[in-house]
């Protein structure tokens, strides 16, 4: 364990039946640090950060953010504290436009502003356009989007929690290049702002500049930990991901 550990899993585990999908797993993340999670279908990337979220509790192990366990605490306590997650299936509410879903996840910061001034119409816009998207699908509800616009909107709901640890679930899947080259550029200039990120991706290629580490997870553990390329050289990893026989 390490003494600027952001955020730090202490022997998690997490079972569904008979299904260990994390398996005593120990990590950390430090400050300002980028940290990549890659693995196999099925390996337990998500179910790492619906522990992390307090949307699952693991039966045992502890998680800990700024060194304080934050297990006990409902979702929406940690999000307060700026831990923040996308979704791998982009999650918006349908029944409202763009600027609203942005809205939702400015709320528990600004709910006091909110109550006295009204929604902050231009600090909506202006992560709307942080990610990307464009004005004229700002009133527009979700459903009408592209999957890539969908992601930039995942992204601009998480941003508006004003995060500091921001965890990413495939945010890549499904995009254009021209649109992971927009949402890399975005990630790097928070990155230097020193917000700290766990990006799971199965875009290896995309993944690789944006990350500082690399832990491998296969079955619930973790198989392979380093630098991207010591991870990707790792001969367990070559084995069970990438398909070397
Ligand atoms: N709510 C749940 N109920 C039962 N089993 C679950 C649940 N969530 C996850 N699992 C199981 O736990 C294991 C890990 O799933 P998880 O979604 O964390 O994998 P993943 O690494 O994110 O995979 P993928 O790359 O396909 O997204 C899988 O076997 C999955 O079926
Ligand atoms: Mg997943």
């Known amino acids: 364990m390490s003494d600027n550990a952001h955020l730090q899993l202490d ?7 008979g299904l260990t999908a ?3 797993l120990s990590f950390d993340v430090k400050h300002g640090e980028s940290l990549g999670l890659i693995g196999p279908n099925g390996a337990g990337k998500t179910t790492i950060f619906n522990l992390i979220m307090g949307e699952y509790r693991q039966d045992s192990g502890d998680i800990l953010y700024q060194n304080q366990s ?4 409902p979702t929406h306590a940690r999000i307060l504290k700026g831990v923040t997650r996308t979704y791998q299936v982009p999650r918006p509410f349908s029944e ?3 600027l609203e879903n942005i809205q939702i996840g400015l709320m528990p910061n600004q709910l006091r502003e909110m109550i006295f001034q009204g929604p902050d119409r231009q600090k909506e816009e202006e992560i709307a356009r942080n ?10 509800p979700p459903t009408e989007l592209s999957i890539g616009d969908l992601r930039k909107l995942e992204l ?9 640890l921001m965890l990413l679930d495939e945010v890549f899947a499904g995009l254009t290049l021209a649109e992971i080259a927009q949402i890399a550029e975005l990630i790097n200039k928070k990155r230097q702002e020193g917000m700290t990120f766990i990006i799971i991706s199965h875009d290896l290629r995309s993944l690789e500049p944006l990350i500082d580490r690399a832990i491998a997870m296969s079955f619930g553990s973790i198989v392979a930990q380093g630098t991207f390329s010591e991870v990707i050289s790792d001969q367990h990893v070559q084995k069970t991901y990438l398909g070397d026989s």
């Open 22 to 24: 994390t398996n005593d």
């Open 131 to 140: 990610v990307g998207l464009s004005e004229q699908d700002f009133n527009r």
């Open 96 to 98: 409202m436009s763009v």
């Open 11 to 17: 022997h998690v585990v997490k079972h569904f039946g």
């Open 70 to 73: 934050i297990t006990k605490l």
């Open 156 to 164: 601009a709901r998480a941003l508006a929690t004003n995060p500091s």
